[in-house]
């Protein structure tokens, strides 16, 4: 009995170490089949030169964005900006047939390792506006090449852009911002950016007091590079704003009243209409902390309590 459970024992583990080995094997076969197709994929690649889809056609490039999530600084005149990249390119060299690799249908490398287009943000704020900059910052993301020789690079941006703010309906305002990028190197081999659009995916991401209504694309050209331009329009949400405007001209829209129901020679129209110019005072200072000093207009909010202020004292 004894003998016949020692032999039950090791026929078991015998057929557990078969199936284990038998895995592991098609594990590194597996990895190999990548290892070899990504070395003959980069052999012949040369990273600084510019891809052709044949011959001597230079590829184009399709690019588009995805907006996750903006922000605008009033007191800087700069909008934040968070969301992802799309370029599509074409590489003769990237081709490859799937059943002499086992099925790979896709592949991963990173930027550095092959020629990718080398975007900077043209309106930037910072000094440094490059896509690999930023990349570091935020996040890398490798490219993806499939068998037919396209490659996709969704690298994640972070940028700050100056903003020309009109504030005249602060805080109901709407503001028009550009996002431009483009490439200096592109232009000298007669490479094309294909404008594919940009969308806005914002419901899963921390929302702020902007929302984007309209947001389109263009490109162009200027004498030494392309660009493309994301157009987009925001307007704020004010919700936040209401009860510390609101409540204020009510109040002050009260006292004035008042002042004109009294008859005119009564003390209390005195007293009400200094009450009034120290009520409009006290808000203007504090409209003065929150109030943003850019922009190419001043907030109509500002000049009506300033006006109010300024009648209130020639009733003095």
Known sequence: MATSCFLFFMLFSGIILFTSGQTNNTDIIEENNFDALKKALLMNIEKYEVPKIDGDTYTDIKISANIHHIDIKDDQGVMNVHG???????NKLFKWDPVNYKGISNMHVFPHEIWNPHMVLMNSVSSDAS??????????SGVLIFPNGTAIWNPPIQFK????????????DTQQCDIKVGSWHLKDYRIKLLDNGA????ADHMSSQWDVINIRTTTGSDLSFDYFTIHM???????LYNPVLLTPAYCVILLSLSCFWLPPCSGEKIV?????????????????????????????????????????????
Not at 161 to 172: E, G, I
């Open 233 to 239: 329009t925001a307007k704020r949400d004010s919700s």
């Open 199 to 202: 969308t806005t995916d914002t």
């Open 84 to 90: 992802f990249l799309k370029l599509i390119w074409h």
């Open 272 to 316: 009400l209409t200094g009450l009034n110019v120290f009520v409009t005072a006290c808000f203007l200072m504090y409209f003065a902390q929150i109030l943003p000093v850019l922009g190419r207009s001043v907030p109509l909010v500002g000049k009506n309590f300033f006006k109010q202020k300024i009648y209130g004292k020639k009733i003095l």
């Open 131 to 140: 896509l690999d900059a930023i990349s570091d910052v935020v996040g890398s």
């Open 161 to 172: 852009v100056y903003c020309s703010l009109n504030l005249r309906a602060w805080p109901y």
